[in-house]
């Protein structure tokens, strides 16, 4: 079973030695990554390739619709684990254009365990349904609600425990929101980057 994936593994494995015969040594010795992804599980949306790194340059999580909740164990884990250990400089929340999730949260159907995790982006709506009703079309409000779930997002990581630790310690951290665009392969940086204290209160006060 699944034969064509190992083949593929053996052929991308053979080329990356080519390439570099010591890839794959310096990566069993260490990791050390500048950036940390917090992005959706959308199998379209693949990290490392979407800017172009290598394993080992970019530690990524991922769930459904980009979420970084504050109650989440997994999350938080891995943010410990990047901000603590690897000591990243940029994390990265990057949500996508046409996100099934952000869409199912507000939709009006049912879905089971998954409404329950997506209970923020709702939230997220209902704090901004004013400007989003003023959108035309369903597929606009999306996106837009899209942008403001990663901003959202954004504001929840740089809130976290573990980034004011950091920044107390005079530790180099930024904290980004992007949204990946299916239709072009772009990023579109939303221009809400936080790096202390106060810039998450200035720029993130009403989300």
């Known amino acids: 079973m699944l034969e064509d994936l190992k083949a593929n593994n053996r052929a991308w494995s053979l080329k990356k030695t ?6 794959f040594k310096r990566l069993e010795n260490q990791q050390s990554p500048k950036y940390l992804w917090i992005g959706c599980s959308d199998s379209r949306v693949p990290a490392n390739e979407i800017v172009d790194l290598d394993p080992g340059e970019l530690f990524v999580h991922r769930n459904v619709a980009n979420l970084a909740p504050p109650q989440d164990a997994n999350y938080l884990s891995v943010l410990q684990f990047a901000v603590d250990v690897l000591k990243v400089e940029h994390i990265l ?3 996508h254009y ?3 999730g952000v869409a199912a949260a507000v939709d009006g159907k049912r879905r089971g365990l998954v409404d329950h995790w997506l209970h923020p982006i709702r939230e997220v709506h209902e704090h901004h349904r004013h400007d989003l009703e003023a959108i ?6 999306w996106d837009r609600l899209v942008e403001l779930n990663v901003i959202r997002q ?3 990581v740089a809130s976290d425990i573990f980034v004011q630790d950091a920044w107390a310690r005079g530790q180099t951290l930024n904290v980004h ?5 299916l239709h072009n392969g772009l990023v579109n940086d939303l221009g809400v980057t936080v790096s202390n204290f106060d810039e998450v ?3 993130l006060y009403d989300f």
């Open 18 to 23: 080519q390439v570099d015969p010591n890839f």
């Open 93 to 95: 929340v990057v949500g």
């Open 98 to 100: 046409g996100c099934g």
């Open 136 to 141: 035309d079309g369903d597929r606009a409000k």
């Open 154 to 156: 954004v504001k929840n």
């Open 177 to 181: 929101g992007w949204v990946y665009s």
């Open 201 to 203: 209160s200035d720029r």
